[in-house]
């Protein structure tokens, strides 16, 4: 079948195409760079056109209160409006885990509006919640970062690979619609605070993580289980000692 990657040259939208390809699917990269702008609809239908499915794991340029729910709402009703006019069957959207729950930041806020907007819809959909990629855990820590010392709460914490978040979607985007959620994880859940001490210490980096109930994660206070799943999620194969032998210089 033909399936539109929203998204598709980026982290997880490139191994997507490849995995489908793989699996002899008509895979499409759209994006910008492929002439495909969800925020003003450039290319859109050209892209969609004899389409079964889209999957929409694009992000936004900015993390900006204003400038990201902006980019999450405009993109994702010119999305809709396109998918509706191609006859698209099924729209599928990465999600984070935890956005139904504290923190409650602005990203977290832009993601549900989002999520409402999909919901409402008249296509059949299917959101796939994932816990944070391994491919992001140090951009994590330098923004806790203050001077010398990495501040983490000691709240329970599941990352996971970008090569098993693909292939999740992959596996959900081939399906029926859900017409409703799934939450994807690591195979690993670990104290947030500990992670990152064993993980700084991997990565031969010298600040000190300190654990601190009162942590910020991008710009809130998190709960004991704000970053994990529930039970039922499905869990990634690749840990992240194993993951990270394999992509030292990603960390």
Same mark, same amino acid.
């Given at each position: 079948?033909k399936?539109?990657?929203?998204?598709?040259?980026?982290?997880?939208g490139?191994?997507?195409v %490849?995995?489908?390809?793989?699996?002899?699917?008509?895979?499409v990269?759209?994006?910008?760079? %492929?002439?495909?702008n969800t925020?003003?609809?450039?290319?859109?239908?050209?892209?969609?056109?004899?389409?079964?499915?889209?999957?929409?794991? +694009?992000?936004? =340029? +900015?993390?900006?209160? %204003?400038?990201?729910?902006? @980019?999450?709402? %405009? +993109?994702?009703?010119n999305?809709?409006?396109?998918?509706?006019?191609?006859?698209?069957g099924?729209h599928?959207a990465?999600?984070?885990?935890?956005?139904?729950?504290? =923190?409650?930041?602005?990203?977290?806020?832009?993601?549900?509006?989002?999520?409402?907007?999909i919901?409402?819809?008249s296509?059949?959909? +299917?959101?796939?919640?994932?816990?944070?990629?391994?491919? @992001?855990?140090?951009?994590i #820590?330098?923004?806790?970062t203050?001077?010398?010392?990495?501040?983490?709460?000691?709240?329970?914490?599941?990352?996971? #690979?970008?090569?098993?978040?693909?292939?999740?979607?992959g596996?959900?985007?081939?399906?029926t619609?859900?017409n409703? &959620?799934?939450?994807?994880a690591?195979?690993?859940?670990? &104290?947030?605070?500990?992670?990152? &001490?064993d993980?700084?210490?991997s990565?031969?980096?010298p600040?000190?993580?300190?654990?601190?109930p009162?942590a910020?994660? @991008?710009?809130a206070?998190?709960l004991?289980?704000?970053?994990?799943?529930?039970d039922?999620?499905?869990l990634g194969q690749?840990?992240?000692?194993?993951?990270?032998? &394999?992509?030292?210089?990603?960390?």
């Open positions: 079948m399936i539109v990657v929203i998204g598709g040259t980026g982290l997880i490139s191994k997507l %490849t995995k489908l390809g793989e699996h002899g699917h008509e895979a990269a759209a994006a910008p760079s %492929t002439g495909v925020l003003t609809g450039e290319g859109l239908a050209e892209a969609l056109a004899g389409a079964s499915v889209v999957i929409d794991v +694009s992000n936004a =340029p +900015s993390f900006e209160e %204003t400038a990201v729910l902006e @980019f999450f709402e %405009t +993109s994702t009703r999305l809709i409006a396109a998918e509706a006019a191609a006859g698209v099924h599928v990465l999600s984070v885990v935890g956005t139904e729950r504290p =923190p409650g930041n602005a990203y977290f806020r832009a993601k549900i509006a989002q999520e409402q907007l919901e409402k819809s296509i059949p959909f +299917s959101l796939v919640h994932a816990t944070q990629f391994f491919e @992001f855990v140090w951009r #820590a330098d923004a806790a203050d001077g010398d010392t990495v501040r983490m709460a000691p709240v329970l914490f599941q990352p996971i #690979a970008g090569d098993d978040v693909a292939q999740a979607i596996r959900v985007a081939v399906g619609p859900l409703g &959620r799934v939450e994807v690591g195979p690993e859940q670990l &104290r947030m605070d500990e992670f990152f &001490r993980a700084l210490a990565w031969g980096d600040r000190e993580v300190v654990t601190d009162h910020h994660y @991008f710009g206070e998190l004991e289980r704000s970053l994990v799943p529930g039922g999620a499905t690749i840990r992240y000692s194993d993951w990270l032998s &394999r992509n030292a210089a990603d960390k």
